[in-house]
Nanobody, 111 residues
Framework: VQLVESGGGLVQPGGSLRLSCTASGINVARGRMAWYRQAPGRQRELIATTPSVGRTDYADNVKGRFTVIKDDIKGTVYLQMNGLKPEDTAVYYC??????WGQGTQVTVSS
């Protein structure tokens, strides 16, 4: 199983980014997919959980700004992030079925 994240970068406050997590060796349609992030000096934080069936749950601090989009055919899960704030700065990780992690992608929100 391999998860590869991409799409991170530097963005100004209020801006948007779309992160991608492309999975191989696992069917994203059948497993629980999640996005985490880890800011410097802080613990890894769960920000969104997408079950195989049902709606995505979001952490309160990203609800209404972040949206998970899952493309079962492409085997890719996206994290659309709007209204970014400096406190969203972190390394963002994709997780599959609680067992598999991507390498992470850096998101920096700064003017």
């Amino acid at each position: 199983v391999q998860l590869v994240e991409s799409g991170g970068g530097l963005v100004q406050p209020g801006g948007s980014l779309r992160l991608s997590c492309t999975a191989s060796g696992i069917n994203v349609a059948r497993g629980r997919m999640a996005w985490y992030r880890q800011a410097p000096g802080r613990q890894r934080e769960l920000i969104a959980t997408t079950p195989s069936v049902g709606r995505t749950d979001y952490a309160d601090n990203v609800k209404g700004r972040f949206t998970v989009i899952k493309d079962d055919i492409k085997g890719t899960v996206y994290l659309q992030m709007n209204g970014l704030k400096p406190e969203d700065t972190a390394v963002y990780y994709c997780n599959a079925s609680d067992d598999y992690w991507g390498q992470g992608t850096q998101v920096t929100v700064s003017s």
